[in-house]
């Protein structure tokens, strides 16, 4: 398993993230109501808003999973914020940084990752919007359009910006 690097801005990027006031709050019908229609429209069994802490993975709305947090040096979502765009990996197994990973060799069985990084109002990348299957996959045109949407949905409700705002 290859540990994802620690991004070059990571102390302005836990700050953004800590003064979002968001982490360890209760769920949240804005963020559920993304994630329920990300697996609906995305056929996926799990689908998770994940906040890349220093050492956690912390889930702010999921499904498909019990768990509210998972170690950070395992997490997907800790290679997705190292960039700006869409992180895809269609065959965990196949995928020498991952195919070693807990979460691909035992519970819950990943094999497909698509991970949508989510953006503190100054540019951070704080987390994803994620979706995830037991069994290899890809993502058509559509289908990466719209987790793209879904994830400025995210953002702006991270940033606090209410439906009708420009």
């Known amino acids: 398993m290859t540990a ?3 991004p070059a801005n990571e102390r302005e990027r836990l700050r953004a993230l800590h003064d979002l006031l968001v982490l360890d709050t209760p769920p949240d019908e804005k963020f559920d109501r993304v ?3 990300a697996a609906e429209q995305l056929d996926m069994p799990i689908a998770l ?5 220093a050492h956690r993975h912390w889930f702010k709305s999921r499904i498909g999973v019990t768990s509210t947090e998972f170690p950070r040096e395992i997490a997907f ?5 190292m960039q700006p ?3 895809v990996v269609e065959d965990a ?3 020498v940084r991952f195919a070693d ?3 691909v060799t035992g519970g819950p069985r990943v094999r497909f990752y698509a991970g949508a990084p989510l953006s503190a109002p100054g540019g951070e990348r704080i987390g994803t919007l994620c979706v995830l299957d037991h069994k290899p996959r890809s993502l058509d045109v559509v289908e990466l359009a719209t987790l793209e949407a879904l994830r400025e949905l995210v953002n702006d409700a991270l940033a606090g910006k ?3 705002e420009p």
């Not at 979502?77 to 914020?81: D, E, L, N, V």
């Open 49 to 53: 808003v994940s906040l890349v802490d």
């Open 85 to 87: 765009d869409l992180f």
């Open 4 to 6: 994802a690097p620690i």
């Open 162 to 164: 209410s439906e009708e």
């Open 101 to 103: 990973n807990p979460h």
């Open 77 to 81: 979502c800790a290679h997705a914020i």
């Open 93 to 95: 197994q196949a995928d």
């Open 35 to 37: 994630v329920r229609f």
